[in-house]
């Protein structure tokens, strides 16, 4: 039954671009894309938030710090994204390391405002960088070449690589969960006295998990510069950590799609609250109000009640 | 020269610090007696800020307006409480993050529904000019004011919380809730009230930093994380930290912005200078919360023994 659904949602996504255009939907290509690329980066934050357990209020600091990657890389003129992806990967991995290494000292409220600061450190410093624009941020004169007679400029050939990264991240993600390394995360989430007891170095796991968090957000930020052909450093504002934070709560805690789930319903409900009223943000509120104090779960818990009952 | 630009900026600082002393109060005590994360403390500061300015219009009176914000703000503060926030204490911190989150968002378009995008609020006429407080050193009369506001302030809150019956009650609520409880405090009331009253003083630094700074949709969310700096720099729970914590980030980071690129020109070359002076000056009061957190994870004044 599940892997039925799975096909049927895959066939959909493969198919959407070649239906949209006859319909003349090129925009919703485009915001199909969008939705995905925020979708790996809420997974991204899944990993560290819902499988490890700690709450980190910085995750935009890594998305912006790929983004910012790429946007530097191509404004120096290097456009292959066989560079500057795997670069914007490693220098938000490496970031997310060293955040991650001072950070896990502390518990509790205390590593929720630490991560914080550390995301507010690098959006100043975001904003210090007068060479790559400074406050107004960075245009991108292209999008990344990938090669093989590919181009990105054309949305569905875009559409069709964030959706192969995305399930690629995705499949990942659940092998994780299932190999030892996730077990192990999921047990220190649980508890993490009883796991040092029996011998686990539960700091390094957690560093470990943090710091691949980070680098898959990066992977995220590296196609935000794409989509949105341009980098600034509102990308790393501490209201963009929120907005993440809200697609795991929203779509799920700890749940595989909780990502993707989370960034559909988030970013739809303000598509269409937007298209009615200039208040949007009213309604959005609202609605989060309301599953926070209503559905525990999220999304994901709301479908599986259904299943279960 | 040098001693009397120092000297202003030390006011400067002193009058931003003790502003963000009064945010961090209330968020302070709503953190360390509930447990509970309140990002919608800066929507209070931003309601306070409006309501002043239309006050202001209707009386003709900053000062009345003042008073009149306050005690409208807490009455939101309370009504938020009761209505919302009252639910989430016994949830987990993500769930408190994404409800106040929401609550920004709502009280952002809610005044901005209401008011407008941004409105004027401008200082009593008497304070507009400077005063000589110094041979050769003029300075903004409203901006002493405030420091005279935020000083009164501080000394009441401070007699209020360690003189009295009733702040002896909210530190114990602070310090131990459970046991508080147990012997009879009537903690939801006791924290209604807590509510309210950081609700009113968020609305007296709203007023009183309206006319330097705007009076807009949105002025919470940059002064709320630095309110979340202090009273982690303070110790969750404890005034006395929120005041230390308040006065080191308000003197750091006015300072810092005052002296860091001046500093830096001295040893670097020019263009590398101007680009990093900003945005060391700005990130200096991160690295100085990361830096205490990393020898004191506890905060400065830990409120629990």
Not at chain 2, 99 to 114: D, K, M, P, S
Not at chain 2, 163 to 188: C, F, Y
Not at chain 2, 287 to 296: G, R, Y
Request: glycine share 12%; charged share 10%; with cysteine.
């Amino acid at each position: 039954m599940r892997r039925w659904t799975l096909l049927a949602v895959l066939a959909l996504a493969v198919a959407f671009p070649l239906v949209a255009r006859p319909l003349g939907w090129e925009f919703y290509v485009g915001f199909a894309s969008r939705i995905m690329i925020y979708a790996l980066a809420a997974s991204s934050l899944n990993l560290i938030l819902g499988y490890g357990g700690m709450l980190s209020f910085g995750h935009a600091a890594f998305v912006g710090a790929g983004a910012y990657v790429v946007g530097i890389l191509m404004a120096e003129g290097v456009a292959s994204a066989w560079v500057s992806w795997p670069l914007a990967v490693a220098a938000a991995g490496a970031l997310a390391a060293a955040v991650g290494a001072v950070s896990l000292r502390t518990r509790g409220v205390y590593f929720i405002m630490i991560t914080l600061a550390f995301a507010q450190m690098i959006y100043y410093i975001a904003v210090g960088m007068k060479a790559y624009g400074g406050e107004e941020g960075l245009n991108l004169p292209a999008r990344s070449s990938v090669g093989f007679g590919l181009d990105l400029k054309d949305d569905a050939t875009f559409y069709y690589v964030v959706l192969g990264v995305l399930i690629a991240a995705l499949y990942a993600m659940h092998r994780l969960a299932r190999a030892r390394f996730g077990r192990v995360i999921e047990a220190i989430r649980e508890n993490e006295t009883r796991m040092e007891a029996i011998g686990f170095a539960t700091h390094r796991y957690k560093l470990v998990c943090f710091a691949l968090g980070g680098a898959v957000a990066g992977l995220s930020g590296a196609l935000l510069a794409n989509q949105n052909s341009y980098v600034n450093p509102n990308l790393l504002y501490w209201t963009q950590s929120g907005s993440l934070m809200i697609m795991v709560i929203l779509g799920g805690v700890g749940a595989l799609y909780g990502g993707l789930l989370g960034a559909i319903a988030l970013l739809v409900l303000e598509e269409v609250f937007s298209v009615y009223t200039i208040h949007w943000q009213l309604g959005v509120g609202a609605i989060l109000l309301a599953i926070v104090l209503y559905a525990p779960q999220g999304l994901a818990g709301l479908l599986a009640r259904r299943r279960d009952g | 020269m040098s001693g009397i630009l120092l000297l202003e900026q030390a006011l400067n600082g002193l009058q931003f610090g003790l502003m963000l002393f009064l945010l961090a109060a209330g968020l302070t005590l709503v953190f360390g007696i509930m447990d509970m994360i309140n990002l919608a403390h800066g929507s209070l500061y931003m309601v306070g800020a409006f309501l002043a300015a239309t006050f202001a219009e209707l009386t003709g009176s900053f000062w009345l307006a003042v008073v009149l914000a306050m005690a409208g703000t807490a009455v939101v503060g309370m009504a938020l409480e009761i209505s919302v926030l009252r639910r989430l204490y016994a949830r987990d911190h993500l769930a408190q993050v994404l409800a106040t989150f929401a609550i920004i968002l709502i009280a952002n378009e809610g005044v901005r529904l209401i008011w407008g995008p941004q409105v004027p609020l401008s200082a009593p006429p008497a304070l507009a000019g400077p005063v000589q407080i110094l041979p050769g050193l003029d300075y903004s009369s409203y901006r002493l004011v405030i420091i005279a506001v935020g000083l009164a302030v501080a000394v009441a809150l401070y007699v209020l919380v360690t003189r009295t019956k009733t702040g002896m009650l909210v530190r114990a609520g602070a310090s131990n809730r459970e046991m508080a409880t147990a012997m009879g405090v009537d903690i939801k009331l006791l924290f209604t009230l807590v509510f309210g009253f950081g609700a009113a003083l968020c609305a007296i630094a709203g007023a009183m930093l309206g006319p330097i700074l705007a009076v807009q949709v949105g002025m919470g969310e940059s002064i709320l994380i630095l309110a979340f700096v202090v009273i982690v720099i303070g110790g969750i729970g404890s005034i006395r930290g929120a005041l230390v914590g308040a006065l080191v980030v308000g003197m750091a980071d006015t300072i810092g912005r005052a002296f860091i690129p001046a500093l830096l020109r001295e040893f670097l070359p020019p263009q590398f200078a101007s680009a990093l002076g900003p945005a060391l000056a700005s990130i200096l009061i991160y690295v100085l919360m990361a830096a205490i957190l990393f020898w004191k994870p506890q905060g400065l004044f830990p409120a629990r023994g």
